[in-house]
């Protein structure tokens, strides 16, 4: 996908809410006077609510700035072409973006050697970590709608995240369809760790240790035709990769005899999607980066916290299209932030350039992935808010990069 990512949708096609990484295409939005916030249509879901309350469908008033001066955009991509240009080790965090900013900033990492890690980078290498190390079962949302018996929530129910959740996958509309949450007996290593010893057959239902309710739940488990074990990342507590294999202990041995598998939850803001771009432009995942001894992946010491906290990183990077939430950390170096027009800047950074960039799926069109994985969707615009996508600044940054980089050698 190149030019089509960013392309206008049909008037009449169904709108994707970019606000949650479940992509929920049923509801629809109502477009008020001018001046008005959007307001949603077809459910009370506060994650969309919430998220269209920050625009009003009229052309954004939002200005470039450098150093807090208002000024063109060409002004803001040259002093932030600048920064890049002289940057020994750039960081790019929060990659709140579609596949096409997000085919763009890969791109523009490559160009300036930069370290590449989203807001929710701790949470997603929780998954990522267990997946290199062990593998796993995953499914999607719709064969968990469509063929699953039991969901069991191993974190919490994610309704508090996610409030569309059990309806994506029938909850309501299937009498065969049971749902339990992991009853906590210790801490979540300790329960996950006994329920799979459990389903294995490893420890004894009738032993008196076991408590009687992760016994029954091993039971219902091994009886299940299909069953999904549900999980946040970021509720995980550290080292949460660990939790996560042991879940997929327990999806391995029920599916020698049944079938089961797990569904992650997790990778809003564009994170999941960035990541499915850079892993198969580059095949390494986020909290990589092009440096001088090639492609390099280090899951933890790429951490944009420990980075900008060590002063491992000169330059932050920083793209949140969706809200003025997330903002960038506070940090001492030069900092470049490609956002919503509302978003509020850290105080303490040396210098700025904040550029406004257009939302997808509210100000301009695009394409992000599902927490499934496996399902991309297009995002139809409501409205055109006249601003520049990130895929066009990263584009415009690269060039003003090389053009700097050529005439310093020159």
């Known amino acids: 996908m190149n030019e089509s990512d960013t392309a206008t ?22 477009i008020g006077p001018p001046g008005t916030p959007l307001k949603l249509v077809g459910s009370d879901c ?36 600048s920064l890049l240009a002289v940057s020994r080790q750039p960081l790019f ?76 996958c029938g909850a309501g509309d299937r009498e065969d369809l049971a749902i339990e949450t992991l009853p906590l007996h210790g801490d979540l290593f300790d329960t996950v760790a006994l329920l799979a010893a459990l389903v294995a057959g490893r420890v004894r239902l009738d ?25 946040e990342s970021a509720r995980l ?48 995942p986020l909290r990589s980066r092009a440096g001088p001894l090639g492609l390099e992946h280090e899951p933890l010491c790429f951490d944009a916290e420990r980075l900008l906290a060590d002063r491992g990183a000169d330059t932050l990077l920083w793209v949140s299209s969706y809200g003025p939430e997330p903002s960038p950390p506070p940090t001492e170096v030069p900092c470049i932030v490609l956002g919503h027009p509302a978003m509020r800047l850290p105080h303490d950074a040396r210098e700025h350039v904040f550029i406004p960039v257009s939302t997808p799926g509210i100000g301009s069109g695009g394409h992000l992935f599902r927490t499934d994985g496996s399902v991309m969707l297009p995002l139809r615009p409501l409205y055109a808010d006249g601003l520049p996508s990130v895929a066009d600044v990263a584009r415009r940054l690269t060039d003003a990069v090389k053009a700097q980089k050529k005439g310093r050698v020159q």
């Open 46 to 81: 506060p994650r969309a609510r919430n998220g269209l309350a920050n625009f009003d469908a009229t052309a954004s008033a939002g200005q470039p700035r450098v150093d807090g001066r208002d000024c063109n955009l060409d002004t803001a991509l040259a002093a932030a072409a």
């Open 9 to 30: 949708q049909p008037a009449n096609a169904p709108w994707t809410c970019p606000f949650c990484p479940l992509l929920c295409d049923t509801f629809d939005v109502d």
């Open 93 to 168: 965090g929060g990659l709140g973006t579609d596949v096409a900013g997000a085919r763009a900033l890969y791109a523009l990492a490559c160009e300036t050697g930069a370290i590449c890690d989203p807001a929710q980078g701790k949470a997603l290498m929780h998954g990522l970590r267990a997946l290199q190390d062990r593998g796993g079962f995953s499914t999607t949302l719709a064969e968990v709608r469509t063929r699953a018996d039991l969901i069991v929530c191993m974190t919490v129910e994610p309704t508090a995240h996610y409030p569309e959740f059990f309806h994506r």
């Open 237 to 284: 507590p550290a080292q949460g990769a660990l939790i996560i294999e042991a879940i997929q202990r327990i999806v391995g041995t029920l599916n020698r005899s049944t079938r089961a598998a797990s569904l992650p939850l997790g990778g809003g803001d564009g994170a999941s999607t960035v990541n499915q771009v850079f892993a198969w432009l580059s095949g390494l």
């Open 207 to 231: 032993d008196d240790r076991v408590p009687a309710e992760l016994a029954a739940l091993s039971a219902r488990l091994k009886a299940a035709r299909y069953a999904v074990l549900v999980y």
